[in-house]
């Protein structure tokens, strides 16, 4: 009798082993099916969303510096808020993608400066807290009023920036059309040291008008997090089979 009933213990335990090494495998399969999923998936919407741009000059200090890779949103002119960093294009001011923030857009008076060194829009004072040294907001006085369908841009180094204030000379606005957008900076991607989304800044938010900004963010962050869980869903589920023979080898 004590025989028989090792047998049928050591089948009962054979057979609960076999269902569980079953569900392992599923299990592990499905991990890495969504895993692919996830990381295929992140990957190709980033790179369909999002194209990379290496800042030229310091003249977006310390938002962003100078040599740094960034990641930009492909964004129509017409989306983009004050506010916004933004990579643009235009013969006036060179033959490369430039990258400025946005600080007017059609319709809007931008100046400076009043009597405390702000810009001010619309006759609103502007507290730019992103701005090198945090003021004054330009070394030289100036006044525009943008047309509509364009842009005023200025860096955030004021003191080196060659932006919109010097093309007030060529075009008597400064402005430029919001056509020449290409995207809109969303994070820094190199150095690794100063890698993260770009910060954003309340600083029009007290303006009227749909472009008072900030944009809403891109699905930039959930992007990586889609493909960082993939990688993680895919190495899991793969590593399963190896560690599920090495326990039963143990056992």
């Keep these: 009798m004590s025989g028989s009933t090792s047998t049928v ?28 999923v996830l990381f295929l998936g992140g990957f190709v919407w980033a790179a369909v969303a999002y194209r990379p741009y290496t800042v030229p000059t310091d003249s977006m200090k310390p938002t962003v510096n100078p040599g740094a890779k960034v990641l930009a949103q492909r964004v129509s002119g017409a ?46 004072a502007v507290d730019e807290d992103y701005l090198r040294g945090h003021g004054p907001a330009s070394q030289e006085n100036f006044r525009s009023a943008v047309p509509r369908g364009e842009l005023f841009l200025l860096g955030d180094n004021r003191d080196v920036s060659l932006d919109s204030r010097v093309h007030l000379e060529d075009t008597e606005k400064g402005s430029v059309p919001a056509s020449g957008v290409r995207a809109r900076v969303a994070a820094t991607a190199w150095p690794l040291g100063r890698a993260g989304m770009l910060p954003r800044t ?50």
């Design 9 to 36: 213990g050591g089948a009962i335990r054979r057979d609960g082993a076999m269902a569980g090494s079953r569900l392992g495998r599923t299990l592990s399969g499905l991990a890495v099916a969504l895993g692919c």
């Design 202 to 251: 309340a600083a029009f938010a007290g303006l009227a008008g749909a472009a008072a900004g900030p944009s809403p963010q891109g699905p930039l962050k959930w992007l990586v997090f889609s493909v960082i869980a993939g990688a993680v869903l895919i190495l899991g589920g793969a590593a399963y089979g190896p560690l599920a023979g090495a326990a039963r080898r143990r056992r």
């Design 79 to 124: 989306d983009v808020h004050r506010g916004d960093v933004v990579v643009f294009e235009d013969q006036l001011w060179g033959d490369v993608p430039m990258v400025k923030r946005v600080v007017g857009v059609g319709g809007d008076v931008v100046a400076c400066c009043d009597k405390q060194g702000h810009l001010t829009v619309n006759g609103k």
